[in-house]
């Protein structure tokens, strides 16, 4: 990597950064979740106003042109201080879609300029948990199905919906206030809400369809998954940034906790993970860019995940411990950092299920050689 | 003379890598063992005459002066190649102890002898009482007229029984106030009277490691490399490229390829419990990777590494030790067995790479004591 863009990128952080620590940093969060609002609105707009929304997309559209690298950054950042605000899903899926399969919708503009958040419904539950296959269907323009695991929407708000029709995949747009729509959302451990929606007969406004919109899904959900992984890296950073800050001050046996070595030790593991798992997410998240095929990048994607969500977790359930009983109130922040944790790791799948796909993708791609 | 410097990163690669492939003894390919020199004397001879034995040292010497970036390369490519180092001990640390302290006298005389091996040379470092707790070292030097008289025991001497010459910390001020002071780099002769090798049996029934007793040895005082009393602080100066190297990634690539080898032919991928542990291993070589091309970059850009840099030899031996238990696990009932197991149609050494990897946490500053460094210096705890 060049110094330039090295530069662009201390930059960026620097702005991301900055705009979030003013709002509020971390107990930010706290306020969010207690009040039940979701995220804020203000702080949405300054977020694009940033440039935070558009990072990946060209400058036409109102983007910023920058890569996958930059994106990560943004992430880490939202990260560290476990912005509410949904941006690596709006960014990743909605954004990445729209810019993938209709460049030219006013949509696109709209969501990067900060109208709203956008969420993306896709996936589906089945006995197992997330299905393999689209069932949900689009025909003569209405919708009819289900789908779960809808990140980041609000109360009447429109979304996108990836549903089956006649010519492959379809990316449609539903209003918030169509008619036939059932929702049931789930509060996470963090305070943001999972919603399953249900569809029957609800009108929708096609925006794609066709055979381009499977592959644009494919990509999209990995930059989402890589993306998330870049954020879980941020959730760890603070985390240990935390721990480490506590055991040097909290004293017992006349001394800070810091200076016994079992403690040190622990530490230092922590300290090992976390530089391990921002190195690899990074180097993924660059390898992506120059990705050869599909499944290359896919297979990035998977081991970001996959390290992300090992390190993420162990890392802040460490915390916890090393903060000893303190680290189990809801009043140390170190708490908020496990639950963001625990949510980011679930969603797009977990360490085990990303190992599973990384180790599936290499030998499909020794094959393939 | 080349200027191999000013050659792209990418043309260096193929030079090097065209070398060893056209000019490496196949048998001789990652070797599983420390060899003794005359095992890969005529390797040596080939290195020698293309100018290539000390790829670090400055081209006035006789080396190739490489930069940090180049260096990094030349390292790489030796390891993906399976070229074994040889015995480089004078290479990698006497040459470089007395090129920065040493006198004209010691430059002229010795650097050469290092260069064509005709002299060997061995670490003399560790002793019983002094481990991880180095400066702990109590084998004496006493000054009597021309020549130190030597008094005491090494241990751990890697290869003892094959050097010529042995480069020692010797206590020279046994009344310093503190440890690390007092301390001397002397340089001394294995053949003479008063030096006994003996080796030590390892658990994987190697004699590579070494006991050296000293019962009044001597050497010369010229043999005094740098100021008397001042060698520990030029032993740590000493140790600022071993820092990276010793966390590099290869033991831990090569491991695993061997597990990848010896599972498939055992079938073994068809075990969804294996998968997710073959995975895990894999990712945790794959990201390792990435930490040291971070810190392989700092080098490149000539900036110096700090006590962060201990990170990665920590990370890579526990998880090369890990994919050589995972072997022993594949191997099932033939676990315990010596020698090459059948896999397919190969045969893998299950417990000799799971020997080789046990002392890998123990070498070059234990893990526990890397722990330390790290909490200290960069944790600050």
Known sequence: MSTEQDEDLRLLRESVSTLLERAGGVARARRVRDDGAGWDGAIWSDLAEAGVLGVTTPEETGGLGMGL???????????????????????????????????????????????????????????????????????????????????????????????????????????????????????????????????????????????????????????????????????????LELTLDYIKTREQFDKPIGSFQVIQHRAVDMKIMQEVAQAAVREALAAMENAATPQARSRQASRAKARACVASQKITREAIQLHGAVGYTDEFDVGLLLNRALVLSAWLGDGAYHRRRWLELRDTEEVAQ | MTDWNALSDAEFRTQIRSFFEAEYPEELRHLPHRPKFAEVEHWHVKLHAKGWVAPAWPAEFGGMGLEAAKLMIYYEEQQSYGVNRGRDMGIQMVGPLIIKYGTQEQKDYWLPRILSCEDIWCQGYSEPGAGSDLANLRTSAVIDGDDFVINGQKTWTTMAHDATHIFMLVRTDPDAPRKQQGISFILAKMDQPGVEVRTITTLAGETEFCEVFFDDARTLRANLVGEIDKGWSMAKALLSFERIFIGNPGLAQNALAQLETFAKGRGAFDDAVFRDRFATVALDVEDHAALYSRFADQLKRGETLGADVSMLKIWVTETYQRITELMIEVAGPDGGSLGPLQAGNVGVDVLASFYKARPSTIYGGSNEIQRNILSKAVLGL
């Open chain 1, 69 to 239: 690298p930059a994106a990560g950054v943004i992430a880490e950042e939202i990260g560290r201080v476990i912005a509410p605000e949904p941006v690596v899903p709006t960014v990743a899926m909605a954004i990445g879609l729209l810019h993938r399969l209709c460049p030219d919708a006013s949509l696109l503009e709209d969501t990067i300029a900060g109208a709203a958040p956008l969420a993306v419904a896709w996936q589906e539950r089945d006995a197992r948990g997330v299905s393999d296959v689209i069932d949900c269907r689009l025909k003569d323009g209405v919708l009819t199905g289900s789908k779960d695991w809808v990140m980041g929407l609000a109360d009447g708000a429109p979304l996108l919906v990836v549903a089956k029709s006649t010519d492959g995949l379809a990316l449609v747009r539903v209003a918030g206030d169509a008619i036939g729509v059932t929702k049931q959302t789930a509060r996470q451990s963090d305070g943001s809400v999972l919603t399953s929606i249900s569809f029957a007969a609800t009108p929708a406004e096609v925006l794609a369809e066709g055979a381009g919109v499977a592959p644009a899904l494919a990509d999209a959900v990995a930059d989402a998954t890589a993306l998330t992984a870049a954020e879980l890296v941020g959730v760890s950073g603070s985390a």
